[in-house]
């Protein structure tokens, strides 16, 4: 074949592509500069593994705490309410406690419940579904649905960060998903022959087609400017997570979803939990630095997790699987500064099971609370199709 | 029922080509699993025996050189990093050998094998000491046992120290035992729930049976000589698992209790069911699992009689590639199609193979023995093939084929030798119009139909 030719009929190939709603939102990205979901950006954390939520805000008010937790609870943090104490790992959260940027939700969970495992309680924490629903009718992830209830979205909206996938964001509506740092150096002839082979699977053309375009877009190097340098050490791979949330959220983006992991502290927990604490800590920090105080006062972050620990520690100064837990939120548009839900205390009688710190509200409606109050999403959709079966109750005024 | 060597290859073995005389149907595969474990012998792997003295070593001088001073600490920290070195060491040698084994097998049938029950008995190392412990764990309980009864398979992972110390048994002991009376030290439920959720019977248990087979766990230990059983750990009394009462706090015990849950018929359909998810479809033929948890079940969990069952299963041999290989799978199969053989990866530098095949690993989303939990990789095209690992599997197949083999092969020949019969027309039409060798050796490596099975 004469290679104009060729080139022509690849051309052919890469418009047909272009009719892909994926790859027309990436390629429509730099002109279209209407934002469909405002100003307001949502990140979401899950934290994988089961966070122990008495380790993050400790009830250190209640002398029943020391007795339950002998060797976990020795370490003093910072007061918060008189009653709780934040974990001292988190200290250098407090300007933002302070500021009415961070607040906590305790005793929360998914519906999830009894059988305490890590995987089923991922599922339905991203999945978004109650316990009603028969197993695998759900597919997609709640964040997704939402953005399925938006009409116009492009790919970039909503990006899923990180080689751990977020299945909280997958489903029908465009999502991109990438993780910092990766390149791909084709010449032009390998990326059209390359588009031409995945042209009639699906999965690998989605895919394909958005690394493709997503290392031609992504310029790195932008940093919105701001100037906190890259970093080495155990943080290094935090930091490139959250410079790259950041430096999308501070263009078109306006969901980000990624996740942190090693949570599940069985075993000397107080040394355990310290670098996955650090880590959160690190993304709040650096992220609210990154964005800027005008991005950031528009900035929401939800962290949250499968399930919480038990009240007691265990045998080797650690906590098993439990059922209720904590939520962290963070950002400028947060009315912080407090601690929510209702605390159910921890006289044994009190305790799931006798065992697990009672939940007394639903992780689902906090996150329907603030996607409504963001994107003034209808109470009936978010209560039927974002989180089927879900009663959100009285609304909590997360935003500032 | 057709059974064709490219389908054998991609979906029994680790692709194409199939060395000379391999087998590539049923009777002969089966005949080759029956007989001897020819790549054990051929490429020895590790024993935890041998690594006891090292790891008791690094143990013995990190406790030195925390109480010593000047002199002393310093060769004591000497000494460490040295055992440390060994260790790791080791890891890197046992990772090599996994890989020399898959390409010179005959079939790769067993290879395979090897690979589902290792991640159904996921062990991760908790530090650089332990990094050769999973290593070890497969060679010695899981190996042997491919074509044997589960039960013995299970009993054997679950005494081993590797999983002993990654789910924490080894921190867990009876609240009312000596040991837990005089140290105030008690239960851990990790193990106990893992077995039930992952390695057994999947559902259909409680939290009562969590917590009861956490206590009748509790004996099970790592003494000087191995593992062992520790009355002075072991909460007394009886325990009720799934109904049936265990009593008796001795090792035969935990071994019945091993048993029935070997032998539990939700156990021969969870597992079933994921070995038909592992080798033919993430949404697998009802049939197909209906005939293993049969075999299963008939055998009383015999493991050839269920290898047996799922190689002469018609579903078994469909020609649809409705999984994506997994980038450990994607490699060896490229090495294989380059032309790489078990010598050649035996014979890499470690830098080499780090750059070449550990680090690609981590970029394609699978980092070598690091899967993110006890339930091991996910199975699912859809996790494998996302944006940023295809730019992980795009670059691998675009630059390491030209570090590895030189001269690199002919495209023409290699699309034919590396996908047999699963060559499609796109390929064939793309690969002749690429501008260099290294780019269409790239899309054949980076095709569609290469990173399916």
Redesign the interface.
Known sequence: MDRRLFLKSLTGTACSLAAHPMMTTVTLAASDGSAPLGDHRLVVVILRGAMDGLDLVRPTGDPLFARYRPTLSTTQGPDLTGYFSLNPTLEGLMPLWQAGQLGFVQATSTPYRDQRSHFDGQDILEAGTGLDLPDGTVRDGWLNRMLQAVPGLRAQTAFAIGTSSAPLLQGPAPVSNWQPDLRLDLSAQSRLLLDHIYHDDTLFREAATEALSLTENIDLSRTNGRTSPPTGGPLADTDRLTDFAADRLGQDTRIAAFSLSGWDTHRNQQGGITPPLRRLERVVLRLADRLGPQIWDKTLLLAMTEFGRTVAENGSKGTDHGTGGAMLMAGGALRGGRIMGQWPGLDEAALYQRRDLMPTSDVRAWAAHAMRGMYGFDRALLESNIFPGLTMGDDPGLLA | MTQDSTTAAFRFGYGLPLPANAPSEPASMLAVLRGADTMATKYPGPQLADLTETLLRADTMLRTSRRATGEAAKTARQDYRQAIARLEGVTLLAAKTTIARALDAPDGFRERLVQFWADHFTTVARSRRDSPLPATLVEEAIRPYVTDRFADMLKAVIQHPAMLGYL?QS???G?NSRI?QRRT??????LA?ELL?LHTVGSGY??DD?TQMAELLTGLTVGKKGPTFDPRRAEPGPETVLGKIYDGDKLETVLKALEDLAEHPATAAHVARKLAVHFVADQPNEGLVQALTDAWRNSGGDLLAVAESLLTQPASWSRLQEK?RQPFDFTIAALRALGLDGADVMRMADDAFRQMILHPLA?M?QPWQRP??P?GWPEA???W????????R??WA?DMPSRLVNPLPDPAALMTTALGTHL?E??A??VP???TIR?AV??VL???EF??R
Do not use: C, H, Y
């Open positions: 924490d921190a867990s002991f609240p837990g030290k008690g239960l851990n439920e990790n729930r959720e409680g939290q969590v994506a970029a989303g993110p939990g339930d095209a859809e996790v093939i996302t944006p940023e690992a295809m730019a992980a795009i670059t675009m499609g796109r390929l039409w793309a119009r690429s501008e780019e790239g899309l980076a095709s569609p990173n399916r």
